[in-house]
T-cell receptor, first 112, second 115 residues
């Protein structure tokens, strides 16, 4: 069990679909992160939010749209994805930007 | 970004100490070394971090060389549940304000603990 909850655990979507990944933490953390992990590869940073403001965007394509509606929630909106976007999407949070990250167990996304 | 180099894989006997090395020869003076591990089908789990001094917590010990160019993570009594990919990461500060950081994962070491 982790203190960062991601839903859904699995998602299959077509290339024309719109879907959202959700992440929630109740540890009072003010920094939240999205990472993408392809099979047998290390996690790659996508976005960082600090105090609900986007702090880092690692040149992620616009078909991935993050949203941080409040300090406990982080969403990743998906639209017009490609099969190569299939991966494990990991959410993490930290008390501050210089604190250790706590990861959720991810959403395994398959794009057909 | 400071790069890290780790062996691709290591084996350890159950009950013995596991010593995982990491080279980070380009590390800067204010950059921390972090260790995470990832058990199959789970998210990465924080283990320990340090700057200059050796650190110990309930999970592991971190030994950093005096020149800070390498470090070793020590699991004192490895169990089968410690089988995982272990990532050594140098946390990079972004900009001059010192308030924005990035954690970039390298390829990690697959530690297999054998019965």
């Amino acid at each position: 069990d982790t203190e960062v909850t991601q839903t859904p655990k699995h998602l299959v979507m077509g290339m024309t679909n719109k879907k959202s990944l959700k992440c929630e933490q109740h540890m009072g953390h003010r920094a939240m992160y999205w990472y993408k992990q392809k099979a047998k590869k290390p996690p790659e940073l996508m976005f960082v939010y600090s105090y609900e403001k986007l702090s880092i965007n690692e040149s992620v394509p616009s078909r991935f749209s993050p949203e941080c509606p409040n300090s406990s929630l982080l969403n990743l909106h998906l639209h017009a994805l490609q099969p190569e976007d299939s991966a494990l999407y990991l959410c993490a949070s930290s008390g501050r930007l210089d604190s250790p990250l706590h990861f959720g167990n991810g959403t395994r996304l398959t794009v057909t | 970004d400071a790069k890290t180099t780790q062996p691709t894989s290591m084996d350890c006997a159950e009950g013995r100490a596991a010593n995982l090395p990491c080279n980070h020869s380009t590390i800067s003076g204010n950059e921390y070394v972090y260790w995470y591990r990832q058990i199959h089908s789970q998210g990465p789990q924080y283990i320990i971090h340090g700057l200059k001094n050796n650190e110990t917590n309930e999970m592991a010990s971190l030994i950093i060389t005096e020149d800070r160019k390498s470090s070793t993570l020590i699991l004192p009594h490895a169990t089968l549940r410690d089988t995982a990919v272990y990532y050594c990461i140098v946390r990079v500060a972004l900009g001059s304000g010192g308030s924005n950081y990035k954690l970039t994962f390298g390829k990690g070491t697959l530690l297999t603990v054998n019965p």
